[in-house]
C-alpha cells in the first residue's frame, strides 16, 4: 500500500544507506562526472536546434499543443509581429489555384530525396528535443525519509479465512514459522473458504440487572428506536479471535485501558446493522452489498435489517433520557452516574455520505440509546455565511438547519457562527506573540474552541464534553472505548501524570505501564527537569483563581502515587501533551490576552482537537477569555489552561499501528527523545507520522480504513483480491485519522 506524502527530504546527515550518484571532486564539491558527447551526438544535436517544430508549446505531458488562431499573438510561435491570415497569390489575376512550375525529371528527383532527408531531420530533431523536453520536464524524485526504508508489514491484510482463537494469535512483526513451529509445534495455517470462526453479538456494557450494578446505581430502563418502543437498538457483531499474523500495535496498550484486544471487526458486523449492506429500498445506504461478503449471512441470521428512514435521533436520546433521568441524580443512597455530550463538529455545505451516516448511527446507538442515555450526541454545525443572523430569527435558523442537516438529524443539531462568537467573545484580544496563519482571531481556524465554550454554557447539564471531528472512524465499539479511557484516567494519580502524558508508551519496549511510569520519573529527575505539581508560578499580569481541588496536599516526594486516584481528568486527549517552547511546532506561540511585559507565558499543546473535556475545563476558559481575554490556538487553548490551573489531564495510550517495521530503539528516540527542537515530531519531524494510523498528516489511516472497507488502495485490495485471498480485513479496535474520502476508484 502507498499513499502520497510531502515532498520535502528526510534524508539523514552522513547515513551510509542512502546512495548518492554525484563524485566528490578534490575541492569537496559533489559534481556529477563529466560525459563527452561523440561527434554524431553533437550533430545531431546542431540539426535538432534548426527544428522549427521547437517553437511549439508543449503541454505538461509533453504532447505538442495545437497553436490558437493566427490573429492573437500569444499564439503565434513567432512572437511579433502579429501574422496575418492570407492565402497564396494566384499566378494570374482571378485565379484561387496554385501552380507548381515546371521541373526537369531530374530536379523532381533532387528535390524528393531532399525533402525527404530534410523531413527526417526535423521529425529526429523534434522527437529528440520531445525527450530531452521529458526529461528535464519530470518530476524529481525525492529523497526517501528514514523511515521509509524499513520494511512494509502487512498483516493488517489478512482477512477472515485466517482467523484463530486469541490463544493462537502471532503478531506480525514475530518471525510467524519460527515462532509457531518452535515454540507452539504448529504452521501458519491454510487459507480457509470460509471464515474460520462464528460472528457473535459484542456486549460491552456493564451488567445493568446485576446484583452488584443495583447494589450502587438505580435501575436503566431499556431505550427504543421508535415512540411505540417496538424498534429495538440492535447489537452489533464481533469475530471472536484475529486473523493469524495480523500487524500489533507500536504505541498504546489494549490492555493498559481495558479494551479488548481477542476480538476483531469486520464491515458487515460492524456497521450492518446501520444500513451497511442493506438495499436502499430496504431503508439501508446502499454501500457495500456489491464486496466480498463471505459468511456475511450469519451476522443477519442473528440481525434485523432496519429502516432508520423515518428515525429521530434527536427525539429518541431524549425520550432515553427522560426515562432514565433518575439515574443522574444521587438519592435513594445510590450514586449519580456522570454524563456526557457527544459533540460532533460539522460545517455548513458538509457532505453526509452513506459512510458518515452509518457512523453517526453508530455513535447514538452504541453512546445513548444502549447505555440508557449517559450520553446525548450533538451536531455542532458552523455556519460559514456570516451574513446569516441565525440567531435573529427562529425561522431563519430553521430554514438554514433545514439546508444543511439531514433529516433524521435535525432535532439533535446546534448551529453557530463565527459572527455569533464575535458578539459573545468580543474583541480587542490583545498582545498576541506571533500569529502564524494571518487569520482574525474569531476564525475557527484560531479559535475553534470559542463555539464549545458557548456550547458548554448553553448546555450545563454536563459533566463532560467530547470534542470530536467528522474525519475520524472508529472500527470498535464507541462505548467501550470511551467508557474505558475515562475509566482508566479516573485511576491515573496525578504524580508524573503530565510527564507520562508527554511521551508515547510503547510496551514491547517499555514494559508494564509500571515500568513505565517508574521510567518516566527517573528521567526527570537525571533531566533536571522540574515536575507539573499544581498550578505552575509565571510572571504575568493576572489570572483567575484556580479551584482549591489543584492545590497539592502534600509534596511531591512524599506523594506515593495517590493523589488524583478515583479523581476524573478534566483533559484527555489521544496524542502525548507538550512543551511547545521546546519544537518548532508552527502555531507554539499564537497565545493571547497575556500582558507582553513579561515573558511568554508557559504553555502545552496536544496535535489534533479530539479532546473530552470537562465542565469544570470548559467553564476556566470561559472565564478567562471572556473577562480577561486570553486564548490560544485551539491545540493549545485547552492544555494550557489545564496546565496553569493545576487540572488533571492525561494522554490516553490508545493503539496505534504503522505501516513499518520501526526498530523499537529508533522509534523511541524519534518520538519520544529529540536531540534538538527542530527533530520533534511536533514540528518539521512530523513526517515520522505519515505511515502511522492516527495523526493529522496521517496517508496510512485512511489507506487502511477504505481496504478494511473493502475498497481497492493504490491497485492494491478490492473485491477481486479479497475473493482470492484470505477474505475480508477483520481489524481489531482501532482510531483512525484523517480520513478524507472513503470510496476507492471505479473499475
Same mark, same amino acid.
Given at each position: ?19 548518492? #550518484? ?72 482571378? =485565379? ?46 525525492? +529523497? ?8 512494509? *508489514? ?37 487459507? #480457509? ?65 481495558? *479494551? ?31 464486496? +466480498? ?37 444521587? =438519592? ?27 457512523? *453517526? ?107 470530536? +471531528? ?16 475515562? +475509566?482508566? #484516567? ?59 481541588? =489543584? ?54 499543546? #496536544? ?62 528516540? *524519534? ?77
Amino acid at each position: 500500500m502507498r499513499f502520497r506524502t510531502a515532498s520535502v527530504t528526510g534524508r539523514p546527515d552522513n547515513d551510509p544507506n542512502f546512495p548518492n #550518484a554525484f563524485t566528490t571532486q578534490c575541492d569537496g564539491e559533489k559534481r556529477a562526472p563529466p560525459v563527452r558527447p561523440s561527434m554524431t551526438t553533437r550533430l545531431s544535436s546542431r540539426f535538432a536546434e534548426l527544428n522549427p517544430l521547437k517553437l511549439l508549446p508543449v503541454g505538461e505531458k509533453g504532447s505538442y499543443e495545437r497553436l490558437p488562431g493566427y490573429d492573437s499573438a500569444n499564439g503565434s510561435p513567432f512572437g511579433t509581429p502579429i501574422l496575418k491570415k492570407y492565402r497564396w497569390r494566384s499566378p494570374s489575376p482571378g =485565379s484561387d489555384r496554385f501552380t507548381f512550375p515546371r521541373l526537369s525529371l531530374s530536379r523532381i528527383i533532387i528535390l524528393t530525396i531532399t525533402a525527404i532527408l530534410a523531413t527526417g531531420l526535423l521529425v529526429t530533431g523534434g522527437y529528440r528535443r520531445h525527450v530531452a523536453h521529458e526529461a528535464n520536464n519530470k518530476p524529481a524524485e525525492r +529523497e526517501l525519509f528514514f523511515w521509509e526504508h524499513f520494511p512494509r *508489514i502487512n498483516g493488517f491484510f489478512n482477512g477472515v479465512r485466517l482467523l484463530v482463537p486469541y490463544s493462537e494469535y502471532v503478531p506480525e512483526q514475530k518471525s510467524i514459522n519460527e515462532f509457531l513451529e518452535k515454540k507452539m509445534g504448529k504452521k501458519m495455517p491454510k487459507v #480457509a473458504t470460509q471464515p474460520t470462526l462464528d460472528p457473535v453479538p459484542f456486549n460491552p456494557y456493564p451488567d445493568f440487572d446485576s446484583y452488584d450494578y443495583l447494589r450502587e446505581h438505580h435501575p436503566v430502563k431499556k431505550c427504543f428506536l421508535d415512540e411505540a418502543e417496538t424498534l429495538a437498538v440492535p447489537d452489533i457483531y464481533v469475530y471472536p479471535g484475529l486473523p493469524q499474523n495480523m500487524t500489533d500495535p507500536f504505541f498504546g496498550s489494549y490492555g493498559q485501558l481495558g *479494551i479488548s484486544d481477542s476480538v476483531c471487526y469486520d464491515r458487515f458486523g460492524r456497521l450492518g446493522p446501520y444500513g451497511y449492506g442493506s438495499d436502499i429500498t430496504q431503508g439501508g445506504l446502499g454501500i457495500g452489498d456489491n464486496t +466480498e461478503k463471505e459468511g456475511s449471512d450469519k451476522i443477519w441470521s442473528m440481525a434485523r435489517k432496519i429502516d432508520y428512514r423515518k428515525v429521530d435521533w434527536g427525539k429518541v436520546q431524549r425520550t432515553c433520557y427522560e426515562k432514565n433521568q433518575k439515574r443522574f441524580s444521587q =438519592s435513594g443512597g445510590k450514586k449519580a452516574v456522570k454524563r456526557s455530550a457527544y459533540v460532533l463538529r460539522t460545517y455548513q455545505g458538509f457532505e453526509y455520505t452513506p459512510h458518515q451516516m452509518a457512523t *453517526i448511527r453508530a455513535m447514538i446507538n452504541e453512546l445513548s440509546l444502549k447505555s440508557g442515555g449517559e450520553y446525548d450526541v450533538h451536531l455542532l454545525v458552523q455556519i460559514r455565511d456570516n451574513g446569516i443572523p441565525i440567531w435573529a430569527s427562529d425561522d431563519l435558523y430553521n430554514k438554514t438547519l433545514r439546508d444543511n442537516v439531514p433529516e433524521e438529524f435535525w432535532a439533535m443539531a446546534t448551529l453557530w457562527s463565527e459572527q455569533q462568537m464575535r458578539m459573545y467573545y468580543p474583541e480587542p484580544f490583545p498582545d498576541n506573540v506571533i500569529n502564524h496563519s494571518g487569520h482574525p482571531i474569531h476564525s475557527v481556524y484560531r479559535t475553534g474552541h470559542f463555539a464549545l465554550q458557548w456550547f458548554a454554557q448553553e448546555h450545563p447539564e454536563y459533566d463532560f464534553y467530547w470534542n470530536w +471531528e467528522m474525519d475520524i472512524r472508529y472500527t470498535g465499539h464507541y462505548y467501550e472505548f470511551h467508557n474505558r479511557i475515562g +475509566e482508566w #484516567a479516573k485511576q491515573q494519580p496525578r504524580k508524573g501524570i503530565w510527564e507520562r502524558s508527554s511521551r508515547f508508551y510503547m510496551p514491547d519496549l517499555h514494559g508494564t505501564w509500571d515500568n513505565f511510569t517508574e521510567m518516566v520519573e527517573e528521567q526527570t529527575v537525571m533531566n533536571g527537569e522540574k515536575p507539573v505539581w499544581g498550578p505552575p508560578e509565571f510572571e504575568n499580569s493576572g489570572t483567575i483563581a484556580s479551584p482549591l481541588s =489543584s492545590k497539592p496536599p502534600t509534596t511531591y516526594i512524599k506523594d506515593n502515587y495517590s493523589w488524583g486516584v478515583g479523581e476524573d481528568a478534566d483533559f484527555i486527549v489521544f496524542n502525548p501533551i507538550f512543551d511547545p517552547s521546546k519544537t518548532n511546532w508552527v502555531f507554539r506561540e499564537d497565545i493571547s490576552g497575556y500582558d507582553r511585559q513579561y515573558p511568554v507565558p508557559p504553555r502545552r499543546a #496536544a496535535i489534533i482537537t479530539v479532546a473530552r473535556l470537562s465542565k469544570k475545563l470548559l467553564d476556566l476558559m470561559h472565564e478567562e477569555t471572556y473577562r480577561l481575554k486570553h486564548t490560544a490556538f485551539p491545540e493549545m487553548w485547552p492544555p494550557t489552561c489545564a496546565y496553569h490551573h493545576g487540572l488533571k489531564a492525561a494522554y490516553a495510550p490508545h493503539p496505534v499501528y504503522f505501516d513499518r517495521n520501526w526498530p523499537l530503539e529508533y522509534m523511541d528516540q *524519534i518520538f519520544n527523545h529529540p536531540k534538538k527542537d527542530y527533530e520533534s515530531v511536533f514540528g518539521w519531524g512530523e513526517h515520522n507520522f505519515m505511515g502511522s494510523s492516527y495523526y493529522y498528516n496521517s496517508g496510512f489511516s485512511g489507506a487502511l480504513w477504505r481496504r478494511w472497507l473493502g475498497e481497492s488502495e493504490n491497485k492494491e485490495g478490492g473485491r477481486a483480491e479479497e475473493i482470492a485471498g484470505s477474505g475480508r480485513m477483520c481489524l481489531r479496535s482501532t482510531l483512525l485519522h484523517p480520513i478524507k474520502f472513503e470510496n476507492g476508484p471505479t473499475e
